[in-house]
């Protein structure tokens, strides 16, 4: 099966509702629907023929301070993962950083579990997008619901508002 891909601004209902309202800050970005049931980056890239290098996941992460929770995004290559307890904790000035609990992650983003996407998340959240994706021409990641998926360029995750670009992968 391959992936047929649209402008995500006119396919607003492949979206979750926080991702269709942000979309169009996204301008180059592209949506194709998928069986949810291969929503799984591993399930996805071998079923729709996406090379894990051209995969990026973002992964809901939860820094405390001082009784403070704060959280943030971490974009990484499916081919890697974000250093969490190393470069996003220190960045993010916590004692402790870990990922948030599922159903917190699903609450706080009003998107599924398998589909969380940087667009659209709370504006108050720090983005924070390994420099492997942001250096990436093009990179498939969430579009909130589990039944599609986005692809980006690097550049455009690297621009959204809230985003800066680290060295997060180890």
């Not at 959280?71 to 996003?88: F, K, P, S």
Request: net charge negative.
């Amino acid at each position: 099966m391959t992936l047929h891909w649209v402008p995500a601004a006119g396919r607003t209902d492949l979206l979750a509702e926080p991702v269709a309202r942000a979309i169009g800050q996204v301008e180059d970005a592209r949506v194709a629907e998928i069986d949810p049931e291969l929503a799984d980056t591993a399930a996805f890239c071998e079923r729709y023929g996406v090379a894990m290098g051209d995969s990026a996941n973002c992964v809901v992460v939860a820094a405390k301070r001082g009784g403070e929770v704060r959280y943030a995004a971490c974009m990484v290559l499916a081919t890697t993962r974000a250093d969490v307890n190393g470069v996003v904790r220190k960045h993010l000035g916590a004692r402790k950083a870990s990922f948030a609990p599922m159903e917190e992650a699903v609450e706080l983003t009003a998107m599924e579990y398998g589909g969380i996407t940087p667009v659209g998340l709370p504006a108050d959240w720090p983005i924070l997008v390994d420099t492997q994706v942001a250096e990436h021409p093009e990179v498939v990641i969430g579009s909130g619901l589990r039944r599609s998926k986005l692809a980006v360029s690097g550049a455009t995750l690297a621009g959204l508002k809230g985003a800066e670009v680290l060295s997060l992968s180890v």
